[in-house]
């Protein structure tokens, strides 16, 4: 039987800076690049970095290694004797994204048959990724990995960087070491990437009712049409209770798909039947913003072989690339249903400029590497019951956060790490973690003690720990001293990202002789406040804007100010507001006292 395993580090989640005001609905194919217009300049094109390669070092070597290794195993009394020891593998892989002067050239001359007056203004600037390694080939029961470990994030601009690694049992690590000795190995590269951008305005209307699209959705979990957990009971109030369902992105769209089938999700389009289907992973994305909280799925680490098989048929066909889709349409990311829910319509006008993502995936072979086999840089093989090797690297991961938000949120991070040995020796090591560090190691750091008189293997894998978060805005958050035994110390930000989209209604805002919408968001880091800033303007009919901010991991709610300007130079203010909702609807003007 051939198994297929899809090794994938599921990592970065948003990009810091405004979204680059890209047109989603005209992608252009000029050589070998996709091409994206700008909202409002049809010269300028942005490309995508779409070609992923083997990274290589300032020698030109690749960036990769192979290490094949074996420990002593005892047979048990009455056992025959154990003439195999126990073992496994490590690959370690360094992956960048970047397009060569040659085919950006290419795609110059071809954009120019197309529009003479293009013009290629530099790359897209990915929101998110993920990326792992993918590989297939036979193995008795499926045997090929116990685990994968993730030591990076994405690379999500054009030259950047990112490493991988995996750890194979015996038999996986035996079997991709004879398939590195071909000039195509059974092991590649694949990413999924998510782009912000824009949809033209289209004359469309998505109308859906909250009670009609909870209790539909309950009741097909109930069923067994997709998701897990168990369905929350609601008791006329808006807060769920019980388990959170959660969906896979292809399971959530199947919901809505059923429901928009039933008549329960209606979009009603002006002319043309043309381009329904974009209209409907529209209304799916908007409604799947507002009703769940959406995540990274969760980490292969964390899954079985089973899950990790399923996971893996699911999101490939047959090993080809993917058109570009939504975020509901694969398994990129997980839907957790909200336990505050929205009551009333849902209604939103598509005839303005709206704010989307795209999901883009593509794969690319790791290359030949065959001829660096000898070479024990590369490829090497140890027995790890001789005390040369017994050494313990400790690697630091930053988790969810990628090189733009160093420019963005964060100075630096500090990790302190404590070994205590046997013999009474102590190791410190450190590492300091910057946006040029974070760049130019693809966010792979560690740390490493050796073997000191430590005779208790388990009392050796022990060590202590220490983080320092340094933020802009002189804002410093030190961590606890922890004690671990694991190989990876993952470095999770005490402040999360969020995102608040804002979207206005073109026909309520005429109707209210609003001329420009103006919004503040607030939020804020350690005792310091701090404010982001959007506009609506319905005359340029630029309606839908978001807003990307940091704040505690336990905080879930921010507050907004709105200030509309009317006709006769009137203005209206909704004073300081709390909100927890990732999208808000702003075109409806307080009462007057």
């Known amino acids: 039987m051939k198994y297929v395993m899809?090794?994938?580090?599921?990592?970065?989640?948003?990009?810091?800076?405004?979204?680059?005001?890209i047109i989603l609905d005209l992608p252009t194919k000029a050589g070998e690049l996709t091409l994206f217009p700008e909202v409002g300049n049809d010269k300028n094109y942005y490309y995508v970095a779409d070609k992923a390669r083997l990274a290589v070092d300032e020698s030109g070597n690749p960036r990769f290694s192979f290490l094949r290794y074996v420990t002593n195993a005892t047979s048990e009394p009455g056992e025959t004797d154990n003439?195999?020891?126990?073992?496994?593998?490590?690959?370690?892989?360094?992956?960048?994204?970047?397009?060569?002067?040659?085919?950006?050239?290419?795609?110059?001359?071809?954009?120019?048959?197309?529009?003479?007056?293009?013009?290629?203004i530099g790359p897209v600037i990915f929101k998110s990724g993920t990326f792992g390694l993918v590989s297939s080939f036979t193995g008795e029961n499926g045997e090929l990995s116990s685990q994968v470990v993730g030591l990076g994030q994405a690379p999500i601009l054009d030259g950047q960087q990112a490493a991988v690694s995996m750890h194979l049992t015996r038999l996986?690590?035996?079997?991709?070491?004879?398939?590195?000795?071909?000039?195509?190995p059974d092991i590649s590269f694949s990413f999924n990437m998510t782009m912000d951008g824009y949809r033209l305005p289209k004359e469309a209307v998505i109308e859906a009712n909250f009670e009609d699209l909870y209790e539909s959705m309950e009741f097909g979990l109930q069923a067994g049409?997709?998701?897990?957990?168990?369905?929350?009971?609601?008791?006329g109030s808006s807060e769920a209770r019980g388990t959170v369902p959660v969906y896979f992105g292809a399971d959530l769209k199947a919901q809505f798909e059923k429901l928009h089938r039933d008549g329960k999700i209606k979009v009603t389009q002006i002319g043309s039947d043309e381009g329904m289907d974009k209209l409907l992973e529209l209304a799916y994305t908007k409604l799947?913003?507002?009703?769940?909280?959406?995540?990274?799925?969760?980490?292969?680490?964390?899954?079985?072989?089973?899950?990790?098989?399923?996971?893996?048929?699911?999101?490939?066909?047959?090993?080809?690339?993917?058109?570009?889709?939504?975020?509901?349409?694969?398994i990129t990311f997980s839907f957790s249903m909200k336990q505050k829910r929205r009551t009333g319509t849902f209604r939103?006008?598509?005839?303005?400029?709206?704010?989307?993502?795209?999901?883009?995936?593509?794969?690319?072979?790791i290359g030949n590497l065959s001829?660096?086999?000898?070479?024990?840089?590369?490829?090497?093989q140890i027995n790890t019951d001789d005390e040369l090797y017994r050494q313990r690297e400790v690697f630091a991961v930053v988790d969810g956060y990628n090189a733009a938000d160093f420019a963005e949120y964060i100075n630096f991070v500090t990790v302190r790490l404590k070994k205590e040995h046997a013999n009474g020796e102590v190791t410190h090591e450190e590492v300091v973690i910057d946006r040029e560090k974070f760049s130019k190691k693809g966010n792979n750091f560690s740390m490493v003690y050796g073997w000191k008189g430590d005779d208790n293997r388990n009392d050796w894998m022990e060590y202590d720990h220490e983080v320092l978060w340094s933020f802009f805005g002189d804002v410093e958050v030190a961590e606890p001293l922890k004690t671990s035994s694991f190989n990876a110390i993952n470095l999770a930000p005490p402040y999360a990202k969020r995102e608040v989209e804002f979207q206005a209604d073109p026909t309520f805002l005429e109707d209210q002789e609003v001329r420009l919408v103006n919004v503040k968001l607030y939020y804020t880091m350690g005792e310091k406040e701090f404010f982001k800033a959007i506009s609506l303007n319905p005359s340029r009919n630029q309606l839908s804007e978001k807003i990307l901010f940091v704040a505690p991991t336990d905080v879930g709610e921010y507050e907004y100010e709105v200030t509309w300007r009317l006709r006769g130079n009137r203005v209206v203010s909704s004073g300081r507001l709390t909100a927890s909702d990732n999208v808000l609807f702003v075109d409806e003007l307080p009462e007057e006292e």
């Open 348 to 365: 939103m006008d598509l005839n303005k400029w709206t704010t989307d993502e795209l999901v883009m995936r593509f794969d690319e072979n």
């Open 225 to 235: 049409v997709g998701g897990t957990g168990s369905a929350a009971a609601t008791d």
């Open 83 to 120: 003439t195999r020891g126990e073992g496994g593998g490590i690959v370690h892989a360094v992956v960048s994204l970047a397009v060569s002067d040659e085919q950006l050239e290419e795609a110059r001359r071809e954009l120019r048959q197309v529009n003479p007056d293009g013009e290629i």
């Open 6 to 21: 899809v090794f994938t580090i599921f990592l970065g989640w948003f990009f810091t800076a405004d979204a680059q005001r």
């Open 288 to 330: 799947a913003d507002i009703m769940f909280d959406r995540t990274e799925a969760q980490s292969t680490s964390q899954m079985n072989p089973e899950q990790m098989m399923a996971l893996a048929n699911r999101g490939r066909s047959g090993g080809e690339a993917q058109q570009p889709s939504s975020p509901v349409s694969g």
């Open 172 to 184: 996986g690590a035996t079997l991709l070491w004879n398939s590195f000795q071909t000039s195509t």
């Open 371 to 380: 001829r660096f086999q000898g070479n024990p840089q590369y490829f090497h």
